[in-house]
Structures are given as C-alpha cells and as structure tokens.
C-alpha cells in the first residue's frame, strides 16, 4: 500500500521544514519563513550598511534581537569602554544599528545582555517548531527546543533582515540516538563529544540531526542546549531535539513566551512536533549511554575525544589523512603519545561560553569548587553566559564559592571563548575549558585547548591537571 504523500511519516524537521515554506523552486531549493533573527556585532555591521546603502528598512524588527557578546569586555569596569579599535568599531556599530532600525535591543550595560544564544531561549524568544536564524554557527543551540535553527552568513543576514525569509535547500535526515541512563559524572558535554569522537567533525555534513533516546528525554534543557550546540562541530546544519514537557516547563512565563490561551493554543501545536512512527532517516548512529565515560579533547578537533581513562594517542594509529592531522595537533598541543590524559598538566580553567555558560553548567562546577582552590600556579575564569545567569548565581551564593576558590568572576560575554577580547591564553599555556572548540589559537595566540564538561574543568583547577571526575569526587574537600 502507497501512503499518500500527505499522510506519509515525516521527522520532526520535515514538519518544521514543511510548516515554513513560503515558496519551492522546481529544483527544491526553498525560501522559508523566519520567525526569530538573532543578531551580534560581528557580523551583522556590513548587513545593516546594505539596508543603509539600498533604502531598506528591517522587515519585522519585532522578531529581530540583537545583543554585543563577542567583543564585550568581562572585567567590572567595562563601562569605561573598549580599548581595542576593532573591538569597539563592532559594538558601536550594532548599538547605532539596533537604535536605528529599531529591532530588539539589549546593549551591553542591561542585566539581560550576553552571549546570543543564551539570551534567545533565557527571554523566551527561542520557541518550539520555530525557524531561527543568527549570523553565528553555534545557532543550532536553539534546536534544544524543536527550533530549527540555522547558522547564517553575512549576506543572508541582510536578506533575512530585509524580508525575514532565508533561501534554503533541504538537509537530509540523521538520528543520533542515545538509550539508557547516564553513569554518575558524565554530562551533556561527554555525550556530545563521544557523538563527535565517533561521527567525525564531517560527520554530520548535508544533515540535519535529531538527537533522541532514553539519555536525551532525561536531560534538562541546559543539557540539551549543551548538545545542539555542537551540532555544527559535528558538521551538521542543525540539531534538534523534540519539545515536551521539559521544554514546555522551561519556557512557560518567559518574558517572550505565550501566554493565556495562545500558550494553550502553542503547546497544542508544539505537542504535534516530533517524529512520526517509521518517519525516514538517510543515516543513524545509536549510543548507549552506559557506555559513555567523562570525556576530554586531546587534539586541536573536536573529534580528538577520548574517555578521560585513556592515553594520548599515538598519530600512527589513524588512517589516511589523520595520521599527519595528529602528528600536527600532538606538537601544537605539546603532548607525547602513550601520556595518560590524566598527566597533562594545565595553566588555566575557562567556565563559560554558549556551550557551557549556563545557571546549571555554574551549579555543577561551583559543587566540585566548594571549600577547594584551584592549585598553585592555576589561573581560573568564570564567565556567566548572561547577566541574568550571573545574578541568579549570585542569588545563590555561587560566586563566592568561585571567588574563594581563587577564579575571577566575571561579566557576560563569549570571552575566553574565542578571545576576541582581552581574555585570552599567552603563548604555551593549556586550559581546561568548557567551550566547543579546540581550533590552533581559539582561546589566544598559540594557547592550547582541552573541552570538557564543567565538573570536569572545575576538577582539573583544583588537581591542576586533567582529572577524572569519578575518582575526584570520592575525595574529601
Ligand atoms: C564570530 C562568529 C561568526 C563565530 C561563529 O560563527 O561561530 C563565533 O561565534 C565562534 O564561535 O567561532
Ligand atoms: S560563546 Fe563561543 S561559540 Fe558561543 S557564540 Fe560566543 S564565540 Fe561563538
């Protein structure tokens, strides 16, 4: 039996896909309309001069919500300014671009600034079955919440500034699927690096991935944040996760978030998106999930993941290409093949960023901190991912915990991330980080890079040196 097309099984980006097309050209190509537009300084300036330069004004600046993140600095006295020239150039352009086109706006000094893609789904903007856009990769972090959110370029940024819809070909589909329970100490983060460990950072490419099982149900929103996060690192276009109570839970009585009979008319609706019964993947990957232990990065890819257990590997044991892709990552990163992972020694832990910036990322690292130090000689930087998160830490007592620790306590922003600011590594010293990528001079000029959850990176400040989590936290404080 045929099933007519209308009936016929779709995943959850299918629906997504199909409840946002305005128009299909014969070949396929779509242009889909785009319900939320987050905008950020870096690559919004030239988008925003296009409209100037042409007459246009910002289709519908309601749905437009810009925030400086990545050129912010984190010190308390940031009000002063911003040294650098290129820096403030950005900054100063979106605050006069956000005034004059009158999209949604939170400058740098309102507690609800910070880094984009917290300040989305923390307001209420970021909805199930939604369409986002940003002219930043790590946008798929809004497809926690069934959103299917998209990675932008400059020149779409203008486009979807001034029509609010963005031209696109279909991905194909991808289940990551997770079962069972997560051991004690292994998080969201490990989850998601095992993905890429596994899949490769190609792995994902021309896919949309939706990821689902027992592993994924349990997670918090932050946890699945964590994870859509990185979709884009394992290649793919987007990542999504299906809403349901949890989500629905975590955006009822946000400031943007329906309310009345239009949230009861919304969770109607946000009830229907999920994955039909014998809906078509073009690729799986399943995972159990007792299987996946603490992980850390070795290498200068996201793929270079390993169980905190192991060694540090040797380049030979690649194929192909990989072999001199390693070669190259273990003499930028100052490792020896055959060293436990739990010998390498670091400088400075970063807590923050998209990834791992959040009130719950904050909670996990301020547990392993309470009533420790980091070691001698370890400098330690925490970075709330907005200026909400960082009052609701205060609120618990959290920032003491990190000041008595011996971290800084610092200001919203992408910071350390990426180091677009003055929080950057010198030369030569390796971090503990809970960010998302490992890339050759990511966090500062020759600074060198291991992700990991935020249990993890807390972990490693106190011992100073990579730490397996399960055996740290059997320690008395
Ligand atoms: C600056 C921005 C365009 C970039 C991105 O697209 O992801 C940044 O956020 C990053 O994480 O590298
Ligand atoms: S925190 Fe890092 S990954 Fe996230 S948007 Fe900022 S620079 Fe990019």
């Known amino acids: 039996m045929t099933i007519p097309a209308a009936h016929a099984p779709r995943t959850l980006y299918d629906k997504i896909w199909d409840a946002h097309v305005v128009d299909r050209q014969d070949d396929g190509t779509c242009l889909l309309y785009i319900d939320r537009h987050l905008v950020h300084e870096v690559t919004s300036p030239q988008a925003f001069e296009g409209l100037r330069m042409t007459g246009r004004t910002v289709r ?8 400086p993140d990545h050129n912010v600095p984190t010190t308390l006295d940031r009000q002063q300014g911003i040294d650098n020239a290129e820096s403030r150039i950005q900054v100063d352009a979106l605050d006069r671009n956000a005034r004059e086109f009158g999209v949604v706006y939170y400058p740098v000094n309102d507690v609800r600034q910070g880094i984009v893609h917290i300040v989305g789904p923390e307001q209420g903007w970021t909805l199930p079955g939604m369409t986002v856009v940003c002219g930043d990769s790590h946008t798929a972090t809004h497809g926690a919440f069934g959103a299917l959110a998209h990675g932008i370029g400059t020149s779409e940024v203008e486009h979807v500034l001034a029509t609010q819809t963005l031209i696109q070909g279909k991905s194909r589909n991808m289940k990551v699927e997770i079962t069972g329970r997560l ?21 994902g490419t021309g896919h949309v991935i939706e990821y689902c099982g027992e592993a994924i149900r349990n997670l918090s929103m932050e946890g699945r944040m964590t994870i859509c ?11 999504l996760i299906a809403p349901d109570e949890v989500t629905f839970a975590y955006v009822q009585g946000r400031p943007h978030a329906p309310k009345g009979a239009q949230w009861e008319a919304a969770v109607a609706w946000w009830k229907t998106l999920f994955s039909d019964e014998g809906a078509q993947f073009d690729k799986v990957l399943t995972i159990r999930a007792e299987d996946i232990a603490p992980t850390v990065t070795w290498g200068t890819s996201p793929e270079d993941a390993l169980p905190i257990t192991a060694t540090v590997p040797a380049p030979e044991s690649f194929a192909g290409g990989k072999v001199d892709a390693a070669r190259r990552s273990l003499d930028y990163m100052g490792l020896t093949a055959g060293m436990p992972l739990t010998d390498i020694a670091i400088d400075a832990v970063f807590i ?6 959040r009130i719950e990322d904050l909670r996990a690292a301020a547990d392993v901190l309470r009533g420790r130090r980091l070691a001698p000689g370890v400098r330690g930087m925490v970075v709330p991912g907005s200026g909400l998160v ?11 915990v990190f000041l008595e ?8 922003g992408c910071s350390m991330c990426l180091g677009m600011n003055p929080d950057q590594l010198k030369p030569g010293e390796r971090c503990a980080a809970t960010s998302n990528r490992n890339f050759e001079g990511r966090q500062g000029y020759k600074g060198r890079t291991h992700l990991m959850s935020p249990a993890m990176a807390a972990a ?9 989590i399960r055996a740290f936290a059997r320690e008395p404080a």
């Not at 490990?190 to 596994?198: F, N, P, S």
């Not at 960082?390 to 003491?400: M, V």
């Open 460 to 468: 490693a400040g106190v011992t100073g040196r990579l730490t397996d």
């Open 183 to 203: 051991a004690p100490g292994v998080t969201a983060k490990d989850i998601v690096l095992r993905i890429i460990a596994e899949t490769g950072t190609a792995g």
């Open 352 to 357: 923050g960023s998209c990834t791992n910036g």
């Open 405 to 412: 620790a011996g971290f800084e306590w610092r200001l919203a």
């Open 229 to 239: 996060n990185m979709a884009i690192e394992g290649g793919a276009r987007a990542g």
């Open 390 to 400: 960082r009052a609701q830490a205060e609120e618990e007592g959290l920032d003491t």
């Open 60 to 67: 519908a600046p309601e749905r437009t919500i810009a925030v």
